[in-house]
């Protein structure tokens, strides 16, 4: 099975902190994307990328970076947190053009 | 404006009764896939539908692309408690780098025992 894992499931941080949200995937997936879920406007891409140390950004990438030194690992960092980017935080992995495979979330609260 | 349109929003239905939710683009869906979200949780795969009137089931779940391949429906016979969630259909994004997708808003359902 496919496993994605993130390295929090709940984060509270306070604005202006720097915030590193890691991911992990174990199925040598080419693919591996972040998204923020909130109510009424569903899933956003922040960023994706491809291969390593390569990124693409998303529909919503403002306020964040990403970082991909390795192929298993996705990270996502918010260099200054802001109380608008309190979110539900969600990582996926694919390959090629299929189903992408999704981490468990983690919920970030920004005060 | 979002690209893929879910209805409804949310639902309740009791246990036993069956249902249907429905997502729609206004382009070609060069692949479709179903999720399901538990809340606060990641979003397990459920199904993808790639060919006009493809029709895929699991279980007491079924999901049907039709032939325009611009509308999908998912439908649940005998619904369980087990089958609450938020339901999200997310659509291939072709022509960009990698295999972006783009999701809809999701339809919560709430199953009554």
């Known amino acids: 099975d496919v496993k994605v894992t993130q390295s929090s499931r709940y984060l509270v941080k306070r604005t202006g902190e720097k915030v590193f949200l890691e991911c992990v995937q174990d199925?040598?997936?080419?693919?591996m994307f972040w998204y923020r879920q909130d109510p009424g406007l569903g899933l956003r891409l922040i960023y994706f990328s491809y291969d390593v140390k390569m990124k693409e950004k998303g529909d919503i990438p403002e306020g964040y970076s990403v970082s991909r030194e390795k192929k298993e690992r996705f990270s996502l960092i918010l260099e200054s947190a802001s109380t608008n980017q309190t979110s539900m935080y969600l990582c996926?992995?694919?390959?090629?053009?299929?189903?992408?495979?999704f981490g468990p979330g983690t919920r970030l609260t920004v005060l | 404006s979002q690209e893929l349109e879910q209805s409804p929003q949310s639902l309740i239905v009791q246990e036993g009764k069956n249902l249907t939710i429905n997502c729609t683009s206004s382009k070609t869906l060069y692949g479709l896939y179903w999720y399901k979200q538990k809340y606060g949780e990641g979003l397990i795969f459920l199904m993808m539908?790639?060919?006009?009137?493809e029709e895929k089931s699991h279980e007491k779940i079924t999901a049907k692309l039709d032939e325009k391949k611009q509308q999908s429906s998912l439908h649940i016979t005998a619904s369980q408690p087990s089958h609450a969630g938020i339901y999200l259909c997310g659509a291939d994004r072709r022509g960009r780098i990698g295999n972006q997708f783009y999701f809809g808003t999701g339809t919560s359902l709430t199953v009554i025992p």
């Open positions: 996926a992995s694919s390959w090629d053009q299929n189903e992408q495979f």
């Open positions: 199925m040598d997936h080419e693919n």
């Open positions: 539908l790639q060919k006009g009137g």
